[in-house]
């Protein structure tokens, strides 16, 4: 049997490294970290094959599952998975439950899903977290693990690229001591940063141990979205790249729909634009609220409304949670009900606008591009060294698989995350579909943070949209019809389809933004 990527790049090397006595005794006061990027399936694997494995293999009775935030916490999985295995429990956050079920179910594993905040750093959630660990056979597993590895105040800024005078490095301090207690302490991340790579090792000691290699780009292309455009731009030239940028997303999306109709093939043609705005200062032109209103007054109330029916942006900022409509906010209560609202087909939003949300959280199939005006940027001065971790989270947003066709998803279950099955059996139109929608495109301002982020992407994270074609059909030598637009009524000299997308230079051409 072949062995899938899957299997070959994370599965395999930590279940033989977790086998290894040798290797556990040797790493055991570090954290043993997988990575993979985004869209991989890290979180799957931890749930559904990890989880059991260590409660099956090693005799583990309690398992904790922590993340930054609820967002990144995947309770109905961990729920399902439980429910399928005879010897499972789960709590959900629930500490008195997980204290109760160890002594009720004593042949049976305990497993709990929350946030770091909640477990790592509450007083008595903790406490009592490491008296469990002190009497059972535990596993503690810390998903999204690059947003606290900074092992002391000293190193926040060498780290993370900014300085922070409030960290006390509380988090690293917790699972130091639970480092004592079980080897079985995990972590996984899309962005290894400076600490992972024992570059402090020296001076502060060798705090992780990376289990896995990172897989080579050219074999994820079958497990991820393909890169289309990227650019950096001179802020100066905002509103030219951002007409661009809009246009090439409603030329992708009149595309799908005509592939849709050429093959008889139901298609769903919903791209989400993330749009990140400025902070709110007095300097700043661009905050979320003056992003919604200039995509609404100088975009959606044009005459490309006859072709798309979008009347609403979704917002989704620390305060704000909902959506923008003729000047007002529909407020929603949380993250995930306007997430929902973005992945809805049957919404007609087309904009997510956020300021600091992005780097984890945010799962959604049909993000189409990423078009930034926050002029970011994170280093650390002292040594001259660009940090784009943050960068790199933000733009793994776009990876997942979307395929434009409403009865073809990657879930676990049908296709497990990637294209081999699919395209076992697929046919020559879905293939066409497929090239057209599953592609975005990320525009960013000129930061030295985002220049070193765009080359170590393009490098070592994004297959191309033109690597794509070569992979799904390479008996065929075809070039890539990048998305155009056509006039109306007239034949496309390129696709030599009657045109089927307005002329947008001519809705564009007196239309000012101030």
């Not at 055991?28 to 409660?55: C, D, S, W, Y």
């Not at 398992?63 to 967002?71: H, Q, S, Y």
């Not at 940063?193 to 990376?210: L, P, T």
Request: glycine letters at 6%.
């Amino acid at each position: 049997m072949t062995t899938t990527v899957k299997e070959k790049y994370l599965i395999n090397p930590v279940f033989n490294f977790v086998n290894d006595s040798n290797e556990m005794a040797l790493h055991r006061n570090e954290i043993k970290v997988m990575q993979a990027t985004t869209g991989f399936g890290k979180t799957h694997f931890i749930v559904n094959v990890f989880t059991p494995f260590l409660a099956n293999e090693h005799g583990v009775r309690f398992i904790l599952f922590c993340a930054p935030n609820t967002e990144a916490l995947n309770h109905t999985e961990f729920w399902r998975m439980c429910n399928n295995e005879e010897n499972l429990i789960w709590a959900g956050d629930n500490i008195e439950l997980v204290e109760r079920d160890l002594i009720d179910f004593p042949n049976k594993t305990v497993v709990m899903s929350a946030t770091h905040q909640r477990n790592l750093v509450t007083g008595e959630n903790s406490e009592r977290i490491t008296k469990i660990l002190e009497t059972v056979n535990s596993a503690v597993i810390a998903d999204e693990i690059h947003t606290w590895s900074v092992p002391s105040p000293d190193l926040y800024h060498k780290v993370i690229g900014q300085k922070n005078p409030e960290y006390r490095a509380i988090l690293w301090a917790r699972f130091s001591e639970w480092m004592s207690l079980t080897p079985y302490i995990f972590g996984c991340t899309a962005t290894v940063n400076r600490v992972m790579k024992d570059e402090f090792a020296e001076d502060h000691g060798k705090q992780f141990h990376v289990m896995n290699d990172w897989c080579p780009v050219e074999e994820m292309v079958f497990k991820q979205a393909w890169l289309g455009k990227s650019r950096i731009y001179n802020t100066s030239d905002w509103f030219v790249e951002f007409k661009d940028f809009f246009k090439r997303r409603i030329a992708q999306e009149m595309e799908i729909m005509r592939l849709g109709k050429e093959y008889n093939i139901p298609v769903e043609h919903k791209m989400i634009s993330v749009i990140q705005a400025k902070t709110n200062t007095k300097r700043s032109n661009a905050t979320f609220k003056e992003i919604c209103r200039r995509i609404e007054t100088h975009i959606l109330n044009t005459p490309l409304k006859r072709y798309i029916n979008f009347p609403q942006i979704a917002v989704l900022t620390g305060k704000v949670k909902g959506t923008y409509h003729n000047g007002t906010f529909t407020k929603y209560k949380t993250d995930e009900e306007v997430l929902e609202l973005c992945r809805n087909q049957e919404n007609k939003i087309r904009f997510l606008v956020i300021v600091n949300k992005g780097t984890t959280g945010i799962n959604i199939e049909n993000i189409g591009g990423i078009f930034g005006f926050r002029e970011r940027d994170t280093e650390d001065k002292e040594d001259k060294i660009s940090l784009c971790e943050f960068a790199l989270q933000f733009f793994g947003r776009t990876v997942r698989i979307f395929t434009g066709m409403k009865d073809v998803t990657m879930s676990s279950d049908r296709h497990g995350y990637g294209l081999e099955t699919f395209l076992e059996t697929a046919s020559e139109g879905q293939k066409r579909i497929l090239l057209a929608a599953n592609r975005y495109d990320i525009i960013v301002p000129e930061t030295n943070m985002y220049r070193k982020a765009m080359t170590d992407w393009t490098y070592a994270y994004a297959n191309t949209i033109e690597d794509a074609e070569r992979a799904l059909f390479p008996e065929t030598k075809t070039k890539t019809v990048e998305v155009h637009e056509c006039e109306e009524g007239i034949e496309c000299p390129t696709c030599g389809k009657p045109g089927y997308l307005p002329n947008l230079e001519k809705v564009f051409e007196n239309v000012l933004i101030n």
